[in-house]
């Protein structure tokens, strides 16, 4: 085995790329949370790049980065701008979950599109079971050609651009998955005013009768699957704290209190060196789980839960400490400390919730 740390030279490339492309995503990232605007044109850069040749799995024709690489390559993302990551992640998921699941029938056709660009969504979370989003309560009901669908799908990010829709729904009282091109029978519920993460532009989605075709349907999840969606959770978060904890130390260096920075308080110094010490811990732990990803291990999806608890807690406790750090002016709408905090609130919420998490881990540490 390799090390937790070792990349090949085409994934250095790779997020030597993505890391240039972010520095534009960046300087953009405000005005597009303040729009709650997608930012397709983020979207269409990475495309351009061959990003998705590089992360879609070997066996269904891509280069199939390693999961090491695919986390960083969503952190780095994360860190410049928190909404692009989460779109693309799940534009990720969707289209490499559709090309693995229908790998004998339809795999190549979404492998395919998928590497030109077309836009892949996770219709998967209910509005009264998110957190139970692979064990869905929608029964969909026989009809022609497969199964009708009346329900409805809450966070589907990239929804009004996807051309393609993972969906779930139960058959037969079983989990089935889905490809779906969107027709008229699938309507966006336009209700998205949300605190963090605004560009993602989650909408809401409902089924009227929507044709799940048999033809399109997928077999069930593997552990052998490319898990993208548990691998980059973490990421989102952790690039997230590194944001804002650039943020904070921009402030604390520039703000001048009583003729010296605000870096000269004590105070200060002693929540930033708990703060960061904490990130790092995370992101090691991160990068533990995700080597056991690429190793194979039996308990990489444990792994990956744990990193995505202390990954959303340390953000969370991150911007915190930027908005008491930045006081007033941090509070402010054109500060970006604000917005760290909003998107780091939101990472807490995505399935599953670090409520949750905390009951998984802790039932498993104590037994049950």
Do not use: C
């Not at 860190?79 to 534009?91: G, K, N, P, R, Y």
């Not at 998955?177 to 008229?184: A, H, M, Q, S, T």
């Not at 532009?201 to 009227?208: C, E, G, P």
């Not at 190793?295 to 991150?318: C, E, F, H, Q, Y």
Request: proline share 5%.
């Amino acid at each position: 085995m390799t090390s937790p740390y070792d990349l090949t030279s085409a994934e250095q490339t790779l997020l030597s790329t993505v890391t240039d492309l972010a520095e534009g995503f960046a300087a953009t990232a405000a005005a597009y949370d303040d729009r709650a605007e997608l930012p397709l044109d983020h979207l269409e850069a990475l495309t351009a790049a061959g990003v998705e040749q590089a992360i879609l799995p070997a066996d269904v024709g891509g280069n199939g980065v390693s999961y090491q690489a695919f986390g960083e390559l969503i952190r780095i993302l994360a860190q410049a701008d928190a909404s692009v990551a989460t779109i693309f992640l799940m534009h990720a998921g969707a289209g490499i979950a559709l090309a693995q699941l229908t790998a004998p029938t339809l795999g190549s056709y979404y492998a395919d599109e998928f590497r030109r660009g077309a836009r892949f969504a996770n219709a998967l979370s209910e509005p009264a079971s998110g957190n139970t989003f692979l064990q869905p309560q929608q029964p969909a009901i026989p009809a022609d050609g497969g199964f009708t669908l009346d329900g409805a799908k809450r966070f589907v990010s990239g929804s009004e651009i996807a051309e393609h829709l993972l969906v779930n729904a139960l058959v037969d009282g079983v989990p089935a998955f889905f490809g779906l091109e969107p027709d008229e029978t699938v309507e966006t519920i336009p209700i998205w005013d949300t605190l963090g993460l605004r560009a993602t532009r989650s909408q809401l989605l409902a089924f009227h009768s929507t044709l799940l075709r048999s033809d399109h349907r997928g077999r069930g999840l593997l552990p052998t699957d490319f898990a993208a969606i548990p691998a980059g959770l973490p990421a989102v978060s952790l690039g997230i704290a590194d944001a804002a904890l650039a943020a904070l130390v921009a402030h604390a260096r520039g703000r001048v209190i009583q003729g010296q920075p605000l870096t000269h308080q004590q105070w200060v110094q002693y929540e930033v060196a708990d703060v960061e010490s904490r990130l790092e811990a995370a992101k090691a732990y991160f990068r533990l789980a995700l080597f056991h990803a690429d190793s194979g291990l039996p308990r990489t999806i444990g792994s990956l839960s744990r990193a995505k608890l202390l990954a959303n807690r340390v953000a969370v406790d991150v911007a915190r400490l930027g908005v008491r750090i930045g006081g007033a002016s941090g509070y402010l709408r054109t500060s970006p400390i604000q917005r760290h905090l909003r998107d780091a609130e939101a990472g807490q919420l995505m399935a599953y919730s670090t409520e949750v998490l905390s009951g998984q881990v802790g039932a498993e540490i104590l037994g049950l």
